[in-house]
């Protein structure tokens, strides 16, 4: 007769699923672009307020500001926050980053949970900002250390999948000969210092531009698409990540994890640019992360949905209809962020 499982066993169980390592909820945030990129956006007391009360438990900012860190403090929500590009080049000196880092990172530490600073975003290797993004990064992770934080805050760039030369089929990803020089130092840094490769993942902009089928985007495949080797690969999303993991295997950066710090679908804009589109990949993409990608199974994927709110002053039109709300904080789609 077999035993009936204690009650210790069974709390120890639960305490397992329900871990942050189990919980997709744990690993999901959002994208927050501020009042530069709207004009009709609530206060950032509100939008706090909203993230918490959908159980949106992490935030992305692109730059630092006063009033959003305010309103972040005792609030429990991790957050990333983003160097601007205009403003690498300056915080390659020294003085100007552990400045930068005084100003607004360790005058809130104290109650604001800062987890990542991106040190600019999709900075493409051959421009000119390119050159100052690991010094940068060096400098704001000396100023951080100083101030005992490097425990705590994690010092990475945030960066697109056009870096890869490769990318069909995943295992054969690699590196653009335009970008090594440009990310291999970057990996060096990461993996020395225990930091995460933040990543832009956008399926979206490979139906867009590489003509991919829109349902393997979408995750509604009803087939495996590319069979590679063992692995074989149902969704696009899956196969950026998987082919970004084998571009940083084969550039001494296969110890490295990946957050996903933005992923989104525009509901507006052109033919696949619609709400049911976007409110599918929204939904798909909030259940899928919950566990891992073929090549790194059973592990939830931490990811950052772009973005809260539409963006109003964004130049391109498809750019203005990636908000989960609209600016009278209605959801959008029906979505469920737990």
């Not at 307020?49 to 309103?71: A, D, F, K, M």
């Not at 999709?122 to 100052?132: D, K």
């Not at 979206?204 to 829109?214: A, G, L």
């Not at 919950?290 to 539409?310: S, V």
Request: hydrophobic content about 40%; proline content about 7%.
């Amino acid at each position: 007769m077999r035993k009936k499982p204690s009650m210790v066993a069974i709390l120890l169980l639960l305490g397992l699923l329900f871990s942050p390592e189990h919980t997709g909820a744990q690993s999901l945030g959002v994208c927050y672009g501020g009042q530069g990129n709207a004009n009709n956006l609530p206060p950032e007391s509100e939008v706090v307020s909203l993230c918490t009360t959908n159980n949106i438990g992490r935030i992305r900012i692109y730059s630092p500001y006063t009033e959003i860190l305010q309103v972040l403090r005792d609030s429990n929500i991790d957050l990333i926050v983003g160097v601007p590009n205009d403003s690498l080049q300056a915080l390659a000196n020294l003085s100007a980053a552990a400045d930068w880092v005084q100003r607004n990172i360790n005058d809130y530490s104290s109650n604001v949970k800062f987890k990542y600073i991106a040190v600019g975003n999709e900075v493409n290797p051959t421009s000119e900002t390119a050159q100052f993004v690991l010094s940068a990064m060096q400098n704001i992770y000396k100023a951080i250390t100083d101030a005992g934080l490097q425990n705590q805050i994690k010092v990475s760039t945030a960066v697109d999948t056009n870096l890869l030369g490769v990318f069909d089929p995943p295992s054969a990803g690699a590196f653009s000969d335009n970008a090594r020089p440009f990310i291999e130092p970057i990996i060096s840094f990461l993996v020395s210092n225990g930091a995460p490769l933040l990543a832009n993942i956008y399926p979206y902009f490979r139906v867009k531009y590489n003509n991919q089928p829109v349902p393997y985007a979408l995750f509604t495949a009803p087939e495996v698409v590319v069979h590679d080797g063992q692995l074989e690969y149902r969704n696009l999303f899956d196969a950026l990540m998987d082919a970004l993991y084998s571009a940083l295997e084969k550039s001494n950066g296969g110890s490295l994890e990946i957050v996903v710090s933005e992923s989104g679908w525009p509901s507006a804009g052109g033919p696949v640019e619609t709400i049911e589109n976007a409110g599918t990949y929204y939904r798909n993409l909030i259940n899928h992360v919950k566990g891992g990608t073929p090549k790194r199974p059973a592990k939830a994927i931490e990811t950052y949905l772009f973005a809260l709110f539409d963006e109003s002053l964004k130049t391109e039109e498809i750019e203005r209809h990636f908000g989960l709300f609209y600016p009278s904080k209605q959801p959008k789609y029906n979505v469920n962020f737990n």
